[in-house]
């Protein structure tokens, strides 16, 4: 053997040494269910979820958890005590070998739960991304999360003594009053402090600067976006929104309008250049002025003559997503048109905490502002008229509906992607399914009308291949994945099992996921930023799929016909 051989095994030798003893001294310490709680939270949070997960937000979870299942072991710990004291009941082992090999024990299986577990979650989170289409997590990942965590830990733990210590200072401070006050008073003054600090300090301050940035950005104009010069579109010439106040998404969604001669070039058939109308939030206007802008824009453009009107509410900066927008001018030959509006200029998650009833204005408003339009024209001269929206805006766009039968009497179809769950039109309709379907894949009157889909074979089967009636019109499409951690987030995961999890599962990442306490919120909501990261048909990517479920909404296109518009919106060709 080479001296530095000899050298680098010394070395790992003293390392694992000062590992063991660090866990037996640990261990050895900690109290009996806090230590179990805690190894459990930690085991627990690295089990699968819906998409692979960065070291970053595995640390994140992982410290999370740890604490979160540790501070209920503390709890029953102390529960114990108080018990252990009131009893006299006291539970030692007296005979010094017993008790050795007892506390070795303890410590060597907490010492496998700290490195096993991680590997056997490697091989899952590979499992995953291989199962995806993306690259395998790596050993170097692995360890800076498990560094991560143990900070997280770390700094959850001291807060929590800073807090208590806080909480000592007070009580000595109304040392005058009963100990029976001072304790739960002191107690409610630390919460208090916390939400503040919480709530003004760190939400508001994030939003804040976030705000600030966003409204910087959003005069910004995406590389390769240019002005339009055709009159159909708002922003170009004519047009009573000026091409600066569209905002950055507004910009990008009417220069990506297709036109005649690329549509002509794809389907074969004469075309028309469509329309695509949008307000953006402009200085001191409401939503309902945004809405009557849009409405302007759409009698300039004359789009009431179009057969086809699609109105779709936006995310929180205004962002449409342009697969299902240029989808419908490709099925439709360009005789339609686009009309949106953008309601704040913050990302969606800032946007619904900061304002949480605007995105759902906005959908009402814009339908409301169209419907009073509409209704000054002759029966047999107006448009059809779809509803459309992903995300924040599918559940602002839900909004202008009080029922599924309100929505089928106002609009000629819909297309929703990635709706969260907490929805109200989606809560109900997922909660008229028929006895034997799922909430990830809803059958309602056996798709009559509505149908849940996450791949084109869904739109005339359920995920268990069953086949679905006829379709009648008007058609309404909620397009989910079973991987999208938008949709299936919610609250509720902090507490309860919910009906996805424990339902039947045929395919896909939950067939692997159990819920647990805590742990699966923070894992969902672990998976919610990288969501878009993952190839189109998981989490919540949606492109390939909104082709052919237009084409089943607006009854256009044939197989080849859909491809084709694929393959165009992959590799657009210049106009």
Request: glycine fraction near 10%; aromatic fraction near 8%.
């Amino acid at each position: 053997m080479s001296k530095l051989e000899s050298r680098w095994r010394g070395r790992a030798s003293t390392l694992a040494a000062g590992l063991w003893r660090a866990v037996a001294m640990g261990v050895e310490r900690s109290t009996r269910f806090s230590a179990l709680l805690g190894a459990a939270g930690y085991a627990a949070s690295m089990s699968p979820s819906l998409l692979p997960r960065t070291w970053l937000f595995q640390g994140i979870i992982t410290g999370v958890s740890v604490a979160a299942w540790a501070g209920a072991g503390a709890v029953l710990d102390k529960t114990w005590a108080g018990f252990s004291r009131w009893s006299g009941t006291k539970i030692t082992v007296t005979r010094p070998g017993p008790r050795k090999w007892l506390r070795r024990g303890w410590a060597a299986l907490v010492a496998a739960v700290i490195v096993l577990v991680p590997l056997g979650a490697l091989g899952g989170q590979r499992h995953l991304a291989d199962s995806m289409g993306m690259a395998a997590p790596s050993v170097g990942a692995l360890v800076l999360g498990l560094l991560l965590a143990a900070a997280t830990f770390a700094g959850i733990l001291a807060l929590w003594h800073g807090l208590g210590w806080l909480s000592d200072i007070l009580q000595r401070r109304m040392r005058r009053l009963p100990r029976l006050v001072t304790r739960p008073l002191a107690g409610l003054l630390v919460i208090l402090l916390v939400v503040g600090v919480v709530q003004y300090l760190i939400v508001g301050g994030v939003t804040r600067v976030v705000s600030i940035q966003s409204e910087q950005a959003n005069e910004t104009t995406r590389a390769g976006v240019v002005e339009p010069t055709s009159p159909l579109l708002s922003g170009g010439p004519g047009s009573l929104e000026a091409w600066d106040s569209l905002g950055y998404e507004g910009r990008s969604f009417v220069a990506s309008a297709r036109t005649r001669a690329q549509i002509e070039a794809v389907t074969g058939t004469p075309a028309m250049d469509p329309i695509r109308a949008y307000a953006g939030r402009s200085a001191g206007r409401s939503i309902e002025g945004a809405a009557a802008a849009v409405v302007a824009e759409l009698d300039r453009t004359k789009a009431w003559d179009r057969q086809v009107l699609v109105l779709i509410t936006t995310t929180g900066q205004g962002w449409v997503n342009n697969w299902g927008a240029t989808a419908v001018e490709y099925l439709t030959g360009g005789n339609c048109a686009l009309a949106a509006i953008q309601h704040s200029t913050l990302p969606s998650p800032l946007a619904l905490l900061d304002a949480s009833n605007r995105p759902r204005e906005a959908g009402r408003a814009v339908l409301e502002a169209v419907s009073a339009r509409l209704a000054q024209l002759p029966a047999g001269h107006r448009p059809k008229v779809y509803v459309s929206g992903e995300s924040l805006g599918a559940y602002g766009g839900n909004a202008a509906f009080s029922s599924l039968d309100d929505l089928l009497a106002r609009v000629d179809g819909a297309v929703w992607t990635g709706t969260p769950t907490f929805t109200d039109l989606h809560r109900q309709i997922t909660a008229a399914r028929v006895v034997g379907s799922t909430q990830v894949n809803p059958v309602v009157d056996n798709g009559r009308h509505v149908r849940f889909a996450s791949k084109p074979a869904e739109l005339s089967a359920d995920q268990f291949g069953r086949p679905l009636g006829a379709w009648e019109f008007p058609r309404v499409v909620y397009v989910q994945h079973p991987s999208d951690p938008v949709v299936w987030w919610s609250p509720d995961l902090l507490v309860e099992t919910p009906p996805w999890l424990a339902e039947t599962r045929v395919e896909g990442p939950a067939v692997a996921m159990s819920w647990l306490p805590v742990v699966t919120f923070w894992q969902v909501t672990g998976d919610m930023p990288a969501a878009t990261e993952v190839p189109s048909g998981y989490g919540h990517n949606y492109r390939d799929e909104l082709v052919p479920v237009w084409a089943a909404v607006l009854d256009r296109g044939s197989p080849g016909q859909v491809e084709a518009i694929i393959h165009a919106i992959r590799n657009p060709t210049p106009s």
